[in-house]
């Protein structure tokens, strides 16, 4: 801001004015929209810069009328959801939220910039996931609106995991313990009650591991057996016991070692 708004109202008013005429655009031409995701928090009325977002937000509405609208650290009605960013929380929220973080360094393109590898990323995922999060994943477009070939790469490694294990990210709740030592842990639920019938154990791999161990040693949750244990992705039941009452130790078949069904991380289904 480089000049006083109480001493030039009229030209506050134009930019008001300009903002809410260029969110009326987006919203109204270019169909259907979920999130209205706004990136300017020091824009408020307690920084004495009030652009009227109750305005903003009913028109926005009247065009898109299940919208979500994220006014970033401002606080308040206009903020849906919260959203951390380039970290991830070290426990559960108790509102929703998601992680906001890039793909390589920069939000913007950036010639030549370092991505993050395909583990990393993944492992990241299970990590928000699991502790009820949403994970926003940045690319920034180049001045020709293309991403470097690395951005298309690991787009393609994720959608591979993604193939295998979205069950165990769709649709899911987080479940204590969350997540142990390199173990996350999501859950599905029965609708009418809301008692766990799934949990998601999804085991996260060492950058580069290609074979599976021969067994993965799991908490237990709430110190129960599971009827059965699957690995996604294969179609082998496994075997499991239950070890010193709180952990379940599940044993992998060879064939399943050497040929596991995806790289980067591994998710054993448990049905209760």
């Known amino acids: 801001m480089n000049y006083d708004i109480k001493k030039y109202p009229e030209r506050w008013k134009r930019f008001c004015d300009f903002t809410y005429d260029q969110i009326r655009e987006l919203m109204s031409g270019y169909g259907k929209m979920d999130i209205l995701w706004l990136d300017g928090g020091w824009v408020c009325p307690s920084n004495n810069q009030d652009i009227n977002m109750p305005a903003i937000a009913s028109m926005a509405r009247s065009y898109q009328k299940d919208l979500l609208i994220v006014d970033r650290t401002v606080t308040g009605r206009y903020e849906n959801y919260r959203t951390p960013e380039q970290e991830i929380p070290e426990k559960p929220l108790d509102y929703p939220w998601e992680t906001c973080m890039t793909m390589a360094t920069s939000w913007s393109y950036v010639p030549g910039d370092i991505y993050k590898p395909a583990n990393k990323i993944i492992h990241m995922l299970a990590e928000i996931v699991c502790k009820g999060g949403n994970y926003l994943l940045n690319i920034g477009p180049s001045p020709e609106g293309e991403w470097a070939d690395t951005a298309y790469t690991r787009l393609k490694e994720i959608g591979d995991w993604m193939k295998v294990n979205g069950e165990a990210i769709y649709k899911t709740r987080p479940v204590e313990p969350y997540r142990s030592g390199n173990i996350c842990f999501t859950s599905i639920r029965e609708p009418s009650t809301g008692r766990v ?12 591991l290609q074979r599976m161990p021969e067994t993965i040693l799991v908490p237990a949750p709430g110190g129960k057996k599971p009827i059965s ?7 082998r039941k496994l075997r499991c016991k239950t070890e010193n009452g709180n952990s379940i130790r599940v044993f992998l078949p060879v064939s399943v070692q050497k040929n596991p069904p995806c790289r980067h991380a591994w998710t054993l289904k448990m049905n209760f």
């Open 229 to 235: 244990v699957e690995l996604l992705g294969s179609s």
């Open 197 to 208: 019938r799934t949990i998601y154990a999804i085991c996260l791999a060492a950058p580069g």
